[in-house]
T-cell receptor, first 117, second 115 residues
């Protein structure tokens, strides 16, 4: 089956620093990747949609200058949390979709737990 | 924007029994997809079952089945012969067939399975 690798699984950083999270599709080409954020015991909230080679589309309320998304290749998307603050602490999950229209399934990474101290 | 509502924050079922998780959604689209995902403590999202809106027949995957009522915009999940490994958060999700293709999730239902 299709595998999406997300790295790191967890990270602790100091307030004011930046953190990069990688999302890789290991055995398929991901036309589109999605980044979600999940607070404890809450749902997954879509942050942004990224298509390979183009700028990401951010959901309302998501600061694009704070959450930088790069989808430079068909197998890699990165989310960089810039100047992180404690309120950015959360669980971040990526998902990837191969080509094939709406029928193509989404494959999820294992998520990254970010703690900002 | 489409909204997905799961009105049961928590549910409990005894092992081997049957439980139904509720989900309703709001959309003006006629073509879309609906999903149930399971998220165990590991936080990995696992697809349980999916339903295409244009199909009248309810989807079934082994012990999991759905009751899809398009007119009522309802999409419930039935788990038969519940097992301890079914304990998890269950999320109902909507996906447009027209654009974006992102999943729009409900708030989830925490399912507890008791021996």
């Amino acid at each position: 089956g299709a595998v999406v690798s997300q790295h790191p699984s967890w990270v602790i950083c100091k307030s004011g620093t930046s953190v990069k999270i990688e999302c890789r599709s290991l055995d398929f080409q991901a036309t589109t990747m999605f980044w979600y954020r999940q607070f404890p015991k809450q749902s997954l909230m879509l942050m942004a949609t990224s298509n390979e080679g183009s700028k990401a589309t951010y959901e309302q309320g998501v600061e694009k200058d704070k959450f930088l998304i790069n989808h430079a290749s068909l197998t890699l998307s990165t989310l960089t949390v810039t100047s992180a603050h404690p309120e950015d602490s959360s669980f971040y999950i990526c998902s990837a979709r191969a080509s094939g229209g709406p029928v193509a399934p989404l494959h999820f990474g294992n998520g990254t737990r970010l703690t900002v101290t | 924007a489409q909204t997905v509502t799961q009105s049961q924050p928590e549910m409990s079922v005894q092992e081997a029994e049957t439980v139904t998780l509720s989900c309703t959604y709001d959309t003006s689209e006629s073509d879309y997809y609906l999903f149930w995902y399971k998220q165990p403590p590991s936080r990995q999202m696992i697809l349980v079952i999916r339903q295409e809106a244009y199909k009248q027949q309810n989807a079934t995957e082994n012990r999991f089945s759905v009751n899809f009522q398009k007119a009522a915009k309802s999409f419930s999940l039935k788990i038969s012969d519940s097992q301890l490994g079914d304990a998890a958060m269950y999320f109902c999700a909507y996906r447009s067939a027209n654009s974006g293709y992102a999943l729009n999730f409900g708030k989830g239902t925490s399912l507890l399975v008791t021996p």
